[in-house]
Antibody, heavy 120, light 108 residues
Framework: EVQLEQSGAEAKKPGESLKISCKGSGYSFNNHWIGWVRQMPDKGLEWIGIIFPDDSDTRYNPSFQGQATISADRAVKTAYLQLSSLKASDTAVYYC?????????????WGQGTLVTVSS | DIQLTQSPPSVSASVGDRVTLTCRASQDIHGWLAWYQQRPGEAPKLLIYAASTLQSGVPPRFSGSGSGTDFTLTISGLQPEDFATYYCQQANTFPTFAFGPGTKVDVK
């Protein structure tokens, strides 16, 4: 069974940085894209970016380029999302997501979400 | 960039109703469209991919259709657990993606 286990909720102050994690299990981590989605309070879903762990090929939503950094550690089968210079508007739930190999081109697996709260 | 619009933004319906939601892309996405359901407090759940393929385990009352720029999600016989928000997502530019703004289905 595919599982994406995310790190716990975070409370940060404006200007601080943050790195949240997503550990994949039940599948070949290196050979599947793994990505991140943001959901601000009572708002819709926004695709942030995605990485292919085997070669670290990374793509970003232009709206998040420069604000978010995605990385992966193949040894521990974990993907990361780093956000720097946090603002109150970064308050959101962040989901890690995985599209399966093949024709699906959709996110069949989701992490449980990590709530990030940015407040002074 | 490919933009997605969804209509209506919200719809009120009753159990047993047939509900049709629409998603329109700003350019031809060659059938690479998925639909998700999100209940409050939960992570989204994949319902349909490649415009019309039902994800494993999803009830057959959900169906998807469309091509080019216009797509629909139909719920035939709305059930109490179907009151939720539905998002479309384009994957023509895989491995980059984009979501639509969502349609909320609530109780009439």
């Amino acid at each position: 069974e595919v599982q994406l286990e995310q790190s716990g909720a975070e409370a940060k102050k404006p200007g601080e940085s943050l790195k949240i994690s997503c550990k994949g299990s039940g599948y070949s981590f290196n050979n599947h894209w793994i990505g991140w989605v943001r959901q601000m309070p009572d708002k819709g879903l926004e695709w942030i970016g995605i990485i292919f762990p085997d070669d670290s090929d990374t793509r970003y939503n232009p709206s998040f380029q420069g604000q978010a950094t995605i990385s992966a550690d193949r040894a521990v089968k974990t993907a990361y999302l780093q956000l720097s210079s946090l603002k109150a508007s970064d308050t959101a739930v962040y989901y890690c997501v995985r599209p399966p190999r093949g024709a699906a081109r959709a996110f069949d697996s989701w992490g449980q979400g990590t709530l990030v709260t940015v407040s002074s | 960039d490919i933009q997605l619009t969804q209509s209506p933004p919200s719809v009120s319906a009753s159990v047993g109703d047939r509900v049709t939601l629409t998603c329109r892309a700003s350019q031809d996405i060659h059938g690479w469209l998925a639909w998700y359901q999100q209940r409050p407090g939960e992570a989204p759940k994949l319902l349909i991919y490649a415009a019309s393929t039902l994800q494993s385990g999803v009830p057959p009352r959900f169906s998807g259709s469309g091509s080019g720029t216009d797509f629909t999600l139909t719920i035939s016989g709305l059930q109490p657990e179907d009151f939720a928000t539905y998002y479309c997502q384009q994957a023509n530019t895989f491995p980059t993606f984009a979501f639509g703004p969502g349609t909320k289905v609530d109780v009439k």
